[in-house]
């Protein structure tokens, strides 16, 4: 089955520094990877994601870049703000559902002001 | 008006004891699912219904029990409980079973002591 790992595990960056999260998956058929985040006392809300047939997807601060040929995805905030602090998870399926999503084992982020 | 919602928000409780987790959506959506979050954030699907039906059960004790009495009600009971059952449970809700995207509620953290 699917397995995914996400590095790393814990991220302290100064407020306007950039801040990149990898993943890598083992299953070559995956084909859908998308990003969730968990604030504090929340449960995890999704706020990017991309599919195989592209490298790159942007959406304001945040991009995620996918290298297919590797097996790795990565999230990439640009800029960041003390409200993007959370925990980040990535995820790959084959885009049969959402109870086939593997997650990764999660990124806790802290942005210092 | 919350999408998704847990109660109770947080539950205290001894070994042994039998207790329930309620989850209830808004969004007229038809699948619903429990995951659990060990200390270290780590998201595993537990149970997967459809239209009230069940359509995945990963290797969970038979200790939990998931119930659905309408499509917009997934509840989560759990007998016997023990100290390794202590974690955060997430209810979860999408738009069909192959429907990628799914909103979390906001979470119960059980604690068993």
């Known amino acids: 089955g699917e397995n995914v790992e996400q590095h790393p595990s814990t991220l302290s960056v100064q407020e306007g520094d950039s801040a990149v999260i990898k993943c890598t998956y083992s299953d070559s058929a995956s084909n859908y990877f998308p990003w969730y985040k968990q604030e504090l006392g929340k449960g995890p809300q999704l706020i990017i994601d991309i599919r195989s047939n592209v490298g790159e997807k942007k959406d304001q601060r945040i991009a995620v870049t996918l290298n297919k040929t590797a097996k790795h995805f990565s999230l990439h905030i640009t800029e960041t703000q003390p409200e993007d602090s959370a925990v980040y998870f990535c995820?790959?399926?084959?885009?049969?559902?959402?109870?086939?999503?593997?997650f990764g084992t999660g990124t806790r982020l802290l942005v210092s002001p | 008006d919350t999408a998704v919602s847990q109660t109770p928000k947080y539950l205290v409780t001894q070994m042994g004891n039998d207790k329930s987790i309620k989850c209830e959506q808004n969004?007229?959506?038809?699948?619903m699912y429990w995951y659990k979050q060990d200390s270290k954030k780590f998201l595993k699907i537990m149970f997967s219904y459809n239209n009230k039906e069940l359509i995945i059960n990963e290797t969970v004790p038979n200790r939990f029990s998931p119930k659905s009495p309408d499509k917009a009600h997934l509840n989560l009971h759990i007998n016997s409980l023990e100290l390794g059952d202590s974690a955060v449970y997430f209810c979860?809700?999408?738009?069909?079973?192959?429907?990628?995207?799914?909103?979390f509620g906001q979470g119960t953290r059980l604690t068993v002591v």
């Open positions: 979860a809700s999408s738009q069909g079973t192959l429907n990628t995207e799914a909103f």
């Open positions: 995820a790959a399926s084959k885009n049969t559902g959402f109870q086939k999503l593997v």
């Open positions: 969004l007229g959506h038809d699948t």
